[in-house]
């Protein structure tokens, strides 16, 4: 299963969501429910969530106080990584 998340320019979380769950709803939702807007968002599709690197892995966002990673079934986990 791989994920797609959108980081803010500072780094924030802006939405995490299962492929092929639309992001931008994703976003929409946590925009809603924080009484935000995100703007020049970027967009990483493909991503693995993981609490345990491998060899090879290239970490796309660590979980810490830029945001949390949880899927769809509200698991958390603490990277979002690029797997080869």
Known sequence: MTV???LTPTGLLAGCADDPYP????????ELEAGV???DLRIVEGLT????????DEVV???????????ADESQFTYAV???
């Open 4 to 6: 797609t998340i959108a």
């Open 23 to 30: 992001i931008e709803k994703a976003v929409r939702d946590v």
């Open 37 to 39: 807007e995100f703007t």
């Open 49 to 56: 969530l993981t609490d345990e690197l491998q060899d090879g």
């Open 61 to 71: 966002f660590e979980s810490g106080k830029m945001g949390w990673l949880t899927n």
């Open 82 to 84: 690029r797997r080869s």
